[in-house]
């Protein structure tokens, strides 16, 4: 019975529904393209601006870089510095990291000392956490006390395996 009914409909009552469905009028069946156009200069009227423009200016506006590809096309020169440039930063970049200053076994026994002391002096210092910034300021003052101690010669040999 469905399917009775179904077949039953025309073609062109279906038509008819969906134009006025979408509240479109029977003479104007087809749909119209959109218009950017109509669109800015609506837009441009609800907020007051561009009142000295006219329908040319807006044309070239939406016209503009309708012939930009979107990309820069490069000659094989170009191509070529761009790599070579591109390069020449990254090794300025690798020999700028390596500049960075690791501080001596002394440098960093001094600022730990001064931590120490300061952080000792602080309402929110707790036992264990001195105890483990301790260690540390032990540390970085053993490993001193390592170099400034003189090495025996045999120091320098490595065993034989």
Same mark, same amino acid.
């Given at each position: ?18 134009n ?7 003479s +104007? *069946?087809?749909?119209k393209p959109?218009?950017d156009?109509? %669109?800015?200069t609506?837009?441009m009227? !609800?907020? /007051?601006?561009? #009142?000295?423009?006219d ?8 016209n503009y ?11 094989d020169?170009e191509?070529?510095?761009?790599? +070579? *440039?591109?390069?020449r930063e990254?090794?300025?970049?690798t %020999? ?5 200053? !690791?501080? /001596?076994?002394? #440098? ?7 931590a ?8 929110e210092s ?5 105890l483990?910034?301790?260690?540390i ?23 034989k395996?």
């Open positions: 019975m469905l399917v009775e009914a179904w077949n039953s409909v025309e073609s062109q009552t279906l038509k008819r529904a969906w006025k469905l979408l509240k479109l009028t029977l +104007n *069946s087809a749909i959109h218009d156009f109509e %669109e800015i609506e837009i009227k !609800v907020l /007051s601006i561009g #009142e000295g423009c329908e040319e200016n807006i044309k070239e506006w939406l870089d309708s012939e930009d590809p979107g990309f820069q096309i490069l000659t020169e191509i070529i510095e761009d790599l +070579n *440039s591109n390069e990254d090794e300025e970049e %020999e700028t990291e390596d500049v960075t200053h !690791v501080p /001596s076994h002394a #440098e960093a026994f001094e600022a730990l000392d001064v120490f002391k300061w952080f000792e002096r602080q309402d707790d036992p264990i956490q001195l483990q910034l301790k260690r300021r032990d540390l970085a003052a053993m490993k001193r006390c390592d170099t400034l101690r003189q090495k025996s010669i045999k120091s320098y040999f490595k065993p395996s």
